[in-house]
């Protein structure tokens, strides 16, 4: 009864009411697009990047990450992952060049100057990865059908229907930012994530019945699965929200005849401040060997390039932990700032007890989220590489994707963020929150994923 007057609740918010239909709308478009296939692609054509997808783990990947756009040759098969690959970029520029530093000072004008580098860079990423697609698609469709040829025009004016594409589902996520519910880019991942559960849930389904191939276990291995599932979930969600709390202590004032302050309060430091941006981080790091090779390469690779796309190799999953790992490091220490807070304290006449303010304070604080940033980190690291395990121990390729990694993280990530936002709509208009206890906490990082 109380989700039936929830939702409800919610209804009644004409404002949130909104945002949720064009959400929905918005959304919708993107899945419509996901199936408008590039001009010139034949059923047989898809039937051979079909073939190729199962077999390769990293192509697999990368349609997931598409909702299934990427295995459909549609105009959207590039999906968002060039966007985000452009504001790694940006970011990483803003630690090493003073001139885009001096952008990220000067509030909107900067944020909008960078925001148009990220998209003029997105567009670059798109016009080498574009071609690159497409000789991959024309490679395999000669490997299955032998008559496929793309000339030079062709894959010129495809590349751009791509570039558009991708652009285009860019705007898609603004338009969730600014109209909808949560972040437009998270939401767009999330929902292409979520359209591949029901038939890799499916899939593994059928595959553990009586009779049919790899039916090791029966359905009670596949019962044991969901326990498991359901167990690394609930790990994630404690990732997500883990804090430690720091007790700060605020002298009192007196200002005319009124005492001000002189209560104790607390800053909650995440154990994992970073939130999912390492995993995506590494992520794209770990897409340039594929991507440089123009997403070719035949079974009989060797090397570098084998190493490094196969996502169930020691090495791959390997350098991704480490990835993982410095990426926690970096992204949390340009998004928790010990000396600005330890400032900010000081501007309010608060302490942290036993602490001197300023120096000392900055310090403590920095070595408090040294501490807990290392096993939130490692955590982390665990959690990305578990679908690897997973695909080890006989769990389907499709499956295995959601018992960690990637796409967990993000799921779980964004899922809070949504209901955290719905819930701050309801309590600010004097109605319940979702929960009846406590409040829903989501990444408090700033990410833009």
Same mark, same amino acid.
């Given at each position: 009864?109380?989700?039936?007057?929830?939702?409800?609740?919610?209804?009644?918010?004409?404002?949130?009411?909104?945002?949720?239909?064009?959400?929905?709308?918005?959304?919708?478009?993107?899945?419509?697009?996901?199936?408008?296939?590039?001009?010139?692609?034949?059923?047989?054509?898809?039937?051979?990047?079909?073939?190729?997808?199962?077999?390769?783990?990293?192509?697999?990947?990368?349609?997931?990450?598409?909702?299934?756009?990427?295995?459909?040759?549609?105009?959207?098969?590039?999906?968002?992952?060039?966007?985000?690959?452009?504001?790694?970029?940006?970011?990483?520029?803003?630690?090493?060049?003073?001139?885009?530093?001096?952008?990220?000072?000067?509030?909107?004008?900067?944020?909008?100057?960078?925001?148009?580098?990220?998209?003029?860079?997105?567009?670059?990423?798109?016009?080498?990865?574009?071609?690159?697609?497409?000789?991959?698609?024309?490679?395999?469709?000669?490997?299955?059908? &032998?008559?496929?040829?793309? #000339?030079?025009?062709?894959?010129?004016?495809?590349?751009?229907?791509? /570039? +558009? =594409?991708? $652009?285009? %589902?860019?705007?898609?996520?603004?338009?969730?930012?600014?109209?909808?519910?949560?972040?437009?880019?998270?939401?767009?991942?999330?929902?292409?994530?979520?359209?591949?559960?029901?038939?890799?849930?499916?899939?593994?389904?059928?595959?553990?019945?009586?009779?049919?191939?790899?039916?090791?276990?029966?359905?009670?291995?596949?019962?044991?699965?969901?326990?498991?599932?359901?167990?690394?979930?609930?790990?994630?969600?404690?990732?997500?929200?883990?804090?430690?709390?720091?007790?700060?202590?605020?002298?009192?004032?007196?200002? &005319?005849?009124?005492?001000? #302050?002189?209560?104790?309060?607390?800053?909650?430091?995440?154990?994992? /401040? +970073? =939130?999912? $941006?390492? %995993?995506?981080?590494?992520?794209?790091?770990?897409?340039?060997?594929?991507?440089?090779?123009?997403?070719?390469?035949?079974?009989?690779?060797?090397?570098?390039?084998?190493?490094?796309?196969?996502?169930?190799?020691?090495?791959?999953?390997?350098?991704?932990?480490?990835?993982?790992?410095?990426?926690?490091?970096?992204?949390?220490?340009?998004?928790?700032?010990?000396?600005?807070?330890?400032?900010?304290?000081?501007?309010?006449?608060?302490?942290?007890?036993?602490?001197?303010?300023?120096?000392?304070?900055?310090?403590?604080?920095?070595?408090?989220?040294?501490?807990?940033?290392?096993?939130?980190?490692?955590?982390?690291?665990?959690? +990305?590489?578990?679908?690897?395990?997973?695909?080890?121990?006989?769990?389907?390729?499709?499956?295995?994707?959601?018992?960690?990694?990637?796409?967990?993280?993000?799921?779980?990530?964004?899922?809070?963020?949504?209901?955290?936002?719905?819930?701050?709509?309801?309590?600010?208009?004097?109605?319940?929150?979702?929960?009846?206890?406590?409040?829903?906490?989501?990444?408090?990082?700033?990410?833009?994923?």
């Amino acid at each position: 009864m109380r989700f039936i007057q929830t939702i409800r609740n919610i209804w009644t918010i004409d404002e949130l009411r909104k945002r949720i239909l064009v959400t929905l709308l918005l959304v919708l478009v993107y899945r419509l697009g996901c199936y408008v296939v590039l001009p010139g692609i034949s059923p047989e054509d898809l039937d051979a990047l079909s073939k190729f997808t199962n077999k390769s783990g990293l192509m697999q990947l990368l349609d997931m990450f598409s909702g299934g756009a990427f295995s459909q040759a549609s105009i959207f098969a590039l999906g968002i992952m060039p966007y985000i690959t452009a504001s790694i970029v940006i970011q990483l520029l803003g630690m090493v060049l003073p001139s885009f530093q001096k952008m990220q000072r000067e509030g909107e004008s900067g944020r909008q100057k960078l925001s148009q580098y990220t998209r003029y860079l997105t567009v670059l990423i798109l016009l080498l990865q574009g071609p690159a697609y497409l000789v991959n698609l024309q490679v395999q469709v000669s490997a299955a059908t &032998g008559s496929a040829h793309m #000339g030079f025009w062709t894959i010129a004016y495809l590349t751009v229907i791509l /570039a +558009a =594409g991708s $652009m285009f %589902i860019m705007w898609l996520g603004e338009r969730i930012t600014d109209r909808g519910i949560g972040n437009g880019i998270s939401f767009i991942i999330l929902v292409g994530i979520i359209a591949r559960l029901p038939g890799a849930l499916f899939y593994e389904f059928t595959s553990r019945l009586p009779g049919s191939t790899g039916s090791q276990g029966g359905l009670i291995m596949f019962v044991v699965e969901i326990i498991l599932l359901f167990a690394v979930t609930v790990g994630a969600v404690l990732l997500v929200q883990g804090t430690r709390k720091v007790p700060v202590q605020y002298a009192k004032r007196i200002v &005319g005849n009124r005492q001000y #302050g002189g209560a104790r309060q607390y800053i909650p430091l995440k154990v994992n /401040a +970073a =939130g999912v $941006m390492p %995993i995506i981080f590494a992520q794209a790091i770990m897409f340039i060997p594929i991507t440089l090779a123009g997403f070719g390469g035949s079974e009989g690779s060797s090397g570098f390039y084998a190493a490094f796309s196969d996502i169930n190799g020691f090495w791959y999953n390997l350098v991704y932990f480490i990835l993982i790992v410095a990426f926690t490091y970096f992204y949390t220490a340009i998004t928790v700032r010990p000396t600005q807070m330890a400032e900010d304290m000081k501007r309010n006449n608060g302490f942290i007890p036993g602490v001197k303010p300023g120096k000392k304070t900055a310090e403590y604080l920095d070595s408090i989220m040294s501490r807990i940033t290392l096993p939130g980190s490692l955590f982390l690291g665990v959690v +990305a590489i578990l679908p690897a395990f997973a695909r080890f121990f006989g769990i389907s390729q499709n499956f295995a994707q959601f018992f960690g990694g990637t796409s967990l993280l993000i799921l779980v990530g964004v899922v809070l963020d949504t209901l955290q936002q719905i819930e701050s709509h309801l309590m600010m208009h004097h109605y319940d929150g979702l929960m009846k206890e406590g409040k829903i906490k989501g990444r408090t990082t700033g990410a833009g994923y």
